[in-house]
């Protein structure tokens, strides 16, 4: 089971905060620093000092760190033009030395599009579908040749579809609650699918509507990489268990029902039961990113226990 490291700095976080994290994932032993894509914050915190972009924080952490996985979950589609995207990700996937992901969806937050003067266009999934045909055969045209599409919402003509990145293939992650379109999507574009926050019996019945998918579209089920997004508050005892559930303003059996919450016996016990219904990976979401105490145990006391 692989354990990533999921942020949110739109809750409030500077990129000297998410650099100190970043590194603390890769000393700590974690397989990835991911955050997620948002410019406003949600629920009652100040959001200070505001947000930074997903984008432009991981071209800073591309040149910072040396082993770990970079990525988005999941950049908004409704943010940024496919062919601009399909240059912004092989920039920073080479600035790597070829360690990028992208995660893409359609976007969601209306508010923050109000907030920061972005369009909010309805027919978003569509959109999102035209995008990651476009970004995907950006990178996949032969050097030399050029990419063309006519499409519905984008159109491209003779685009040289550079640069490159780094590595042959970057990594593409679909995921969502969806029952149709978005597994039909998974299928056809992306190497991962995440379901985020989710039970164990939602997750299994999403997995398995992505798996017959992949084989409707001629593609083997295990072609994919299976993966969840869980919000983790671990502690040694309960007494920290609630000292950290109190500091992100959540309520412990809250937690504990919806995340992975408790000691680390209680956590490992929990990743093994989604491990059970076809979970490869889980995105720890870390909410209080001044608890590097927090992410030392988690590497110590339950990935130790995953290996």
Known sequence: MDLRIFTEPQQGATYDTLLTVAKATEDLGFDAFFRSDHYLRMGSVDGLPGPTDAWITLAGLARETRRIRLGTLMTAGTFRLPGVLAIQVAQVDQMSG????LGLGAGWFEEEHKAYGIP???????????????VTGLWATETGKTFDFH???????????????????VPVLIGGHGATRTPR??????????IPFASIEDTERQFGRVRAAAQEA???ADALTYSNALIACVGKDDAEVARRAAVIGREVDELKANGLAGSPAEVV????????VGAQRIYLQILDLDDLDHLELISSQVQSQLT
Do not use: C, H, M
Not at 98 to 101: A, P
Not at 120 to 134: D, G, H, V
């Open 98 to 101: 070829g360690r990028v992901e």
């Open 120 to 134: 909010f266009p309805k027919e978003k999934f569509a959109r999102l579908e035209e995008q990651l045909e476009i």
């Open 151 to 169: 499409g519905r919402f984008y159109d491209l003509t003779e685009s040289p579809a550079l640069p490159k990145p780094a590595q042959a293939k």
């Open 185 to 194: 999507l998974a299928a056809r574009y992306a190497d991962e699918f995440n």
């Open 218 to 220: 001629g593609r083997p």
């Open 269 to 276: 016990d929990k990743i093994g039961r989604y491990a059970a």
